[in-house]
């Protein structure tokens, strides 16, 4: 099963697209690319180049990069100069979460990395929002899990029990929204280490 998007190429990967979790290999990062908006105006923007197992296993592929993606990638490799990315591992997917303004259209955010051994939460802080975002990065090894994600005693068990059942990574991003609006505190920071879990058992089947 396919997106219909990806009958119609572009020059960038499109988020949509990404109908699981994709392991890449960076290439390179380029930063001031001038490249034309849609109202005909041009803005400097950052490109990641890439290769994988697909269609860019011998042209790199492209790839805007914010600098949400930027701050996640530091974190995934431990190493904040860009310089230094090139031939490492990240695996992406598409977060439906990510907002437009106040229109969330999904994106493509940074899920974790092969090189990673544990778990990790960034907080990353953004304009014109008092509290960070949390983003959960886990390993994504190819070596199959059957640790279940834990509930924390606290959670409701609908929440819980619909994390450990989703069997796909779109469906926990669903419940994760539902948990964002519903815990603070304590109850958050049990729910995040859970989802997180549950993140790194969906990424365990992912091919670099």
């Known amino acids: 099963m396919g997106h219909f998007e990806e009958m ?3 020059r960038f990967l499109k988020g949509v697209t990404l109908l699981q979790p994709q392991t890449i290999r960076i ?10 908006q849609d109202d ?11 290769k994988d197992g697909g269609k860019h296993k011998e042209k790199p592929g492209e790839i805007v990069w914010n600098r ?9 490799l431990s190493e904040v100069d860009p310089k230094k990315w090139g031939g490492r591992l990240i695996t992406i997917h598409h977060d ?18 092969p090189e990673m051994t544990k778990g990790l939460s960034v907080a990353i802080k953004m304009p014109r929002r008092k509290n960070p975002i949390i983003y959960q990065l886990v390993p994504t090894q190819t070596k199959a899990t059957t640790k279940p994600a834990p509930a924390a ?11 450990m059942r989703c069997k796909s990574l779109r469906e926990a991003d669903a419940i994760n929204e539902d948990a964002l609006a519903t815990y ?15 993140l790194r058992e969906l990424a365990a089947t992912v091919t670099p």
């Open 8 to 10: 119609y190429p572009s």
């Open 27 to 36: 290439v390179e990062v380029c930063g001031q690319v001038e490249l034309e």
């Open 40 to 50: 005909g105006t041009k803005k400097e923007k950052v490109i990641l180049l890439y």
């Open 68 to 76: 949400t993606n930027s701050a996640l990638t530091a974190a995934a």
């Open 96 to 113: 439906k979460s990510v907002a437009f303004g106040a229109e969330k259209k999904g994106g493509i955010r940074v899920l974790g990395s």
């Open 153 to 163: 005693q606290d959670q409701p068990p609908t929440l819980a029990g619909r994390l």
């Open 184 to 198: 603070t505190g304590d109850d958050l920071a049990a729910w995040n280490a859970a989802y997180a879990d549950k």
